[in-house]
């Protein structure tokens, strides 16, 4: 596995378990930077060259793209927690989500 494929995947594994938390620890769909298996600038540049490699594989790019997306969501930890302690505290907040059967 090359280092762009091991970055890729190892970040494919942090997005599937920060997006099961997003109702309950990330509704605001901000998430700590600590919580990265490697520098957001590296994960950046590892997508941006597996663009260029699967350019040809539209379904590829595309998963790759969304995955980007998600990196954006990643910001500094206090800003993340500020963020989403905001909507956590809200009242009512819990209450839509389990109506929701979100939870």
Do not use: C
């Not at 378990?17 to 997003?22: A, D, L, Q, Y």
């Not at 298996?37 to 663009?51: C, R």
């Amino acid at each position: 596995m090359s280092d762009i494929e091991k970055i890729v995947h190892d970040f494919g594994k942090i997005q599937e378990e920060v997006g099961k938390r997003i109702p309950t620890h990330y509704p605001s769909l901000k998430y700590p930077n600590s919580l990265l298996p490697y520098k957001k600038d590296d994960i950046l540049a590892a997508f941006e060259k597996a663009i260029e490699i699967k350019r040809d594989d539209l379904k590829t790019v595309e998963l790759l793209r969304s995955g980007l997306v998600f990196l954006d969501g990643f910001v500094d930890d206090q800003e993340a927690y500020n963020s989403n302690h905001q909507l956590l505290g809200r009242a009512g907040y819990w209450e839509a989500v389990r109506r929701k059967n979100i939870i």
